[in-house]
């Protein structure tokens, strides 16, 4: 290893044995996407009882990133850092018994796993176990625990805890909950979370769990539109097409919902099928025709 990008000093440390050189090298190797060289210099902090290495090492074998992809050798090393009460590891071996990886699936030991790290404080344990109680897999379903657990997680700035929470309080009929719901739903969507931009916006536009807010539903759902999110295109396709807090605008319709029908998402394509007949009987060419926000009247159809 001779890279100019490898401090030397701590290249001689590390193969004198240093079990902290070995896993700085492999933390630096792997952040320049070297994970060959990575896993060879976890593995020898690894052997050498690093916890953080172990579960880096088993976190590069269930990827299959610079190693071959083996979940035995996975679980193998990441049960070598629970057994250090590493919390990561703990949570990480949930994952092996929910999808089944390895041992047979089995809910119930992965929620055990989760519950173990989850009291500890980790955020994603807490979101691994709020979705079980969420859905009722492996454990009783319950709205609260769930919603204890994904606010644990969503506190802490987990991003897809907090588009879980705001889902789960969405979904409640307690009134109460649905200003909460926006909120956290609103921090997923700040933090790039492109569902909770659809959901928000979605949740602005119909004005039915948060006062209507056409431009901030607009925002949202150009965000999670321009990411690609085919719903999202589709909602701000029928927004212009019907004039729906913005001007009408037949150009940007179709631009949405071609997007959207590239992804094969049926409702778009049908209203594009739909537009293009209805101007087709007025003599009117959809796919040439540079459609100036003057153009209405075109019904787009609904639902999501």
Same mark, same amino acid.
């Given at each position: ?12 440390? +590390? ?15 792997? @952040? ?46 990441? $049960? ?31 929620? *055990? ?6 009291? !500890? /404080?980790?955020?994603?344990? @807490?979101?691994?176990? /709020? *979705?079980?109680?969420? #859905?009722?897999? /492996? ?19 987990? #991003?897809?805890? !907090? ?9 409640? #009929? ?20 492109? =569902?909770? !931009?659809?959901?928000? /916006? ?5 004005? =039915? ?17 321009? +990411?690609?999110?085919?719903?999202? !295109? ?19 319709? $179709?631009?949405?919902? $071609? ?9 778009? =394509? ?35």
């Amino acid at each position: 290893m001779t890279s100019s990008t490898i401090p030397s000093q701590i290249l001689e440390i +590390a193969e004198t044995g240093d079990m902290v050189a070995q896993e700085w090298l492999g933390d630096h190797l792997r @952040n320049l996407g070297r994970h060959d060289e990575a896993a060879t210099w976890y593995e020898k902090a690894a052997a050498q009882g690093s916890a953080s290495a172990q579960y880096n090492l088993g976190w590069m074998h269930y990827h299959g990133r610079g190693v071959q992809q083996d979940y035995a050798r996975c679980m193998f090393w990441w $049960k070598k850092a629970a057994e250090q009460n590493m919390v990561r590891a703990i949570a990480s071996l949930g994952i092996l018994f929910e999808k089944g990886y390895v041992v047979q699936r089995n809910p119930s030991e992965a929620a *055990r796993w989760y519950r173990a790290a989850a009291d !500890q /404080g980790d955020a994603h344990a @807490n979101w691994y176990l /709020g *979705r079980l109680y969420q #859905r009722g897999v /492996g454990v009783p379903r319950d709205r609260e625990q769930a919603i204890h657990h994904l606010r644990r997680a969503a506190e802490q700035s987990h #991003r897809r805890a !907090q588009f879980a929470l705001g889902m789960c309080m969405l979904s409640a #009929r307690s009134r109460e909950l649905w200003p909460q719901a926006v909120e956290w739903l609103r921090r997923a969507a700040q933090a790039g979370e492109h =569902r909770a !931009q659809y959901m928000l /916006g979605v949740t602005l536009l119909r004005g =039915r769990r948060a006062p209507r807010d056409h431009r901030e539903a607009l925002h949202w759902l150009a965000q999670a539109g321009e +990411a690609g999110h085919a719903k999202a !295109q589709y909602v701000l396709g029928r927004m212009y097409a019907q004039g729906q807090g913005v001007v009408p605008d037949l150009g940007r319709a $179709k631009h949405w919902w $071609k997007l959207a029908a590239a992804q094969r998402h049926m409702p778009s =394509r049908e209203a594009l099928l739909r537009i293009r007949s209805q101007l087709q009987d007025d003599g009117i060419d959809f796919e040439q025709t540079d459609f100036s926000p003057t153009v209405v009247g075109v019904r787009a159809g609904h639902g999501r």
